[in-house]
């Protein structure tokens, strides 16, 4: 699916980099840093590869615009502070300084003292911070901040697979990553991705104040990230105590889960959105969880997120979507899976709210559909769906003014939809056709397939014009003209009802011949797709009567009913 960013996504454009940038590195092998001859391999100053420095302070202090600064593995007690960041800035993502770590190494911050491992705060007017990119790092029991309540803006900042884990106690500002401060607008279009909060506050007797991602101000966008163990707080707080500032955020693709489980007195869910107008939670997974998704705002859009195992027993749960006081809000194209002590979708003194083509476990408001999604494994979650949910296909594309699923086309795969409508849920399932001829199906054998016999499918993709392979191709067994999600057996190109972890191009499928007398196909669907667009290949097949058995010199072969066998009978 796909939406209208307010701006957004044109301001988190990557542009070319910067020529002449430099490329330096921090090292703590090399204690007095080298000087142009730092070596990769031998981690000393034997080499060609350019500067090193031996704490991560001064390699920043060397950094200009356009540079990248590469950190060797190992355990920094150091915090990467904007009061050294300040004259480090980018004009864009393209001339933004990088600070990550180097080529997946293992890089650790721990605070130096402080709460934090990153600490951009606003410092005064005319200390500004903005196209500054973190990548690849590691803060351990400690957090991340980006803005505060002083002068000084901190904006257009990119944190990419930062981990924030193991803080036992209240983190800093009450956020594993903090953005903005409680009465100001500080730190804005804040781009986070890829990233994950693990065990925030596990050591503090209950709460509801200590979260995964605190979120004060607006233009944010937080995708593609895991939040897991918080158990006393929410996985994304969208709010702010000066009223009406954490406006305009996107919460796309994140993974949320274990948040607020054993918490009795509170029961925090995965996200609470308050006080800002037209925040957007959508493609989300909320699982294994206190409570879901609750919101007093306007113009809030919650769609196509999947949820399960929300609510325990003795828990103070409301709802998996709480609508508490909200106004004009939209909510679409979710699905609620299994759920304990907790209510589906709650409207209580909720108004101008907008709530249709919603799965849920039983009747109630703005549940289209009830019954069981399919997901493909929600223990562990994987909320892909199964071929023949009732979910596929059944989602609405005009999900608020300004907000449009558009079809899916050009392989994109996300934010878009493939058959005759999004389905519900987090995921899409079809592909759009790309290049590459449609693969060839076969049954084995061709002919003489008798009831109850043991056969196969053969697909195969053309080496030379291959068509992009899906982990949920499928091939089903159906009775002609019988609809896709009618068929007799059905299996992953890896022989199993378990989705391969990785595309498969050619497959030897295992089938049991029916035990009815008739005309038969297979038929090959991409991508977990029920769609009769994304049906690639059909492969029809007669099935006949067993015939007579002959036996001879020890041997026997079973014939169909109607065919003739030749038997030559040798004297000894």
């Known amino acids: 699916m796909n939406s209208v960013l307010k701006g957004i996504a044109l301001t988190f454009l990557l542009l070319p980099s910067l020529a002449g940038a430099a490329v330096r590195y921090v090292d703590p092998l090399t204690p ?41 593995a190992g355990t920094y007690n150091e915090a990467i502070s904007n009061v050294t960041l300040t004259v480090r800035n980018g004009t864009n993502y393209g001339d933004a300084p990088v600070f990550q770590a180097y080529n997946g190494e293992s890089v650790i911050l721990t605070g130096g003292g402080t709460q934090y491992c990153i600490q951009m705060a606003s410092l005064g007017a005319g200390n500004d911070n903005h196209y500054i990119i973190f990548k690849d790092l590691i803060c351990e029991g400690v957090a991340a901040g980006f803005g505060g309540n002083n002068a000084g803006a901190v904006d257009h900042i990119k944190v990419d697979n930062v981990t924030v884990q193991h803080i036992s106690g209240a983190p800093a500002s009450n956020g594993a990553f903090t953005i903005g401060g409680s009465t100001g607008v500080s730190g804005h279009h804040i781009w986070v991705i890829n990233s994950k909060c693990d065990g925030i506050a596990t050591g503090v007797a209950s709460a509801n104040q200590y979260h995964c991602f605190y979120v004060q101000t607006p233009n944010n966008l937080f995708e593609n990230n895991e939040i897991v163990n918080i158990p006393n707080g929410y996985g994304i707080h969208n709010y702010d105590e000066a009223g009406g500032t954490a406006h305009d955020n996107i919460y796309r693709n994140n993974n949320i889960h274990s948040i607020g489980i054993g918490n009795t007195a509170f029961s925090p869910g995965c996200a609470v959105l308050l006080n800002g107008a037209n925040n957007q939670f959508y493609n989300n997974r909320c699982w294994h ?44 194209n979710n699905i609620i899976g299994t759920t304990t002590a907790t209510g589906q979708i709650d409207t209580t003194s909720a108004s101008g709210f907008t709530i249709s083509n919603n799965l849920c476990p039983s009747a109630g408001t703005g549940c289209l559909l009830t019954g069981n999604p399919l997901y493909t494994s929600p223990n ?13 296909d ?122 009815a007398v008739g005309s038969y196909e297979f038929r090959f669907y991409q991508n977990g797709s029920t769609s009769e667009t994304d049906r690639l290949a059909t492969a029809a097949f007669t099935v006949g009567a067993k015939g007579l058995v002959f036996k001879y010199n020890g041997s026997s072969v079973t014939k169909m009913a109607g065919t003739s066998q030749t038997v030559k009978v040798g004297v000894p």
């Open 380 to 392: 562990t979650g994987n909320f892909n769906l199964q071929v023949g949910s009732i979910a596929i």
């Open 32 to 72: 007095s840093g080298c000087s142009g001859n730092y070596s990769i391999a031998n981690r000393n100053c034997s080499g060609s590869a350019g500067n090193s420095y031996a704490t991560i302070a001064a390699g920043v202090n060397a950094t200009s615009a356009g540079d990248i600064l590469n950190i060797r």
């Open 394 to 515: 059944r989602g609405i594309i005009n999900i608020a003014p300004g907000f449009v699923i558009p079809a899916c086309s050009g392989g994109t795969i996300t934010y878009c939809y493939n058959g005759t409508a999004p389905d519900m849920g987090a995921f899409e399932t079809g592909v759009p056709s790309v290049g590459g001829t449609p693969p060839t199906l076969t049954p084995n054998p061709p002919t003489g397939i008798i009831i109850g016999m043991a056969i196969s499918a053969k697909a195969e993709n053309d080496d030379g014009t291959r068509r992009v392979a899906n982990v949920g191709d499928y091939v089903g067994l159906y009775v002609p003209g019988a609809a896709s999600t009618s068929f007799i057996d059905w299996f992953y190109m890896n022989g199993s009802k378990t989705a391969p972890s990785v595309a498969i191009n050619d497959a030897l499928i295992l089938f049991t011949a029916p035990s």
């Open 289 to 332: 969880s206190a409570d879901g998704v609750g919101t007093n705002a306007a113009g809030t859009i919650i769609s196509n997120n999947s949820f399960d195992d929300i609510g325990f027993s003795g828990c103070n749960c409301v709802a998996v979507l709480n609508l508490f006081g909200s106004t004009g809000v939209f909510v679409r």
